[in-house]
């Protein structure tokens, strides 16, 4: 089992970016896939970002072009680069590996 903990979520104005980050530990970090996933007041948990251990990714349509998933092998470490934010990006973020989640990060964004 993989222990995930997440961090960077916090308050921005709208346009604004943050970086969130997710460190892994407990297993080999680079063979598995790694996903972002957030959940908004009132709403399901939905897909954001993922990435595969062949380095394919993949992006929710509401996020194409501002958001941008990334890893740190040596780290141990996935990163979701959050640019253009709007309120509708406001929610709980969640960091995923197979079976495993994180406690999540709070991201709200003020309009």
């Known amino acids: 089992q993989v222990q995930l903990v997440e961090s960077g979520g916090g308050l921005v104005q709208a346009g604004g970016s943050l970086r969130l980050s997710c460190a892994a530990s407990g297993r080999t970090f680079s063979s598995y896939a790694m996903g972002w996933f957030r959940q908004a007041p009132g709403k399901g948990r939905e897909a954001v970002a993922a990435?595969?251990?062949?380095?394919?990714?993949s992006y929710a349509d509401s996020v194409k072009g501002r958001f941008t998933i990334s890893t740190d092998n040596a780290k141990n470490t996935v990163y979701l680069q959050m640019n253009s934010l709007k309120p509708e990006d406001t929610g709980v973020y969640y960091c995923?590996?197979?079976?495993?989640w994180g406690q999540g990060t709070q991201v709200t964004v003020s309009s």
């Open positions: 995923n590996s197979g079976t495993s």
């Open positions: 990435i595969t251990s062949s380095g394919i990714i």
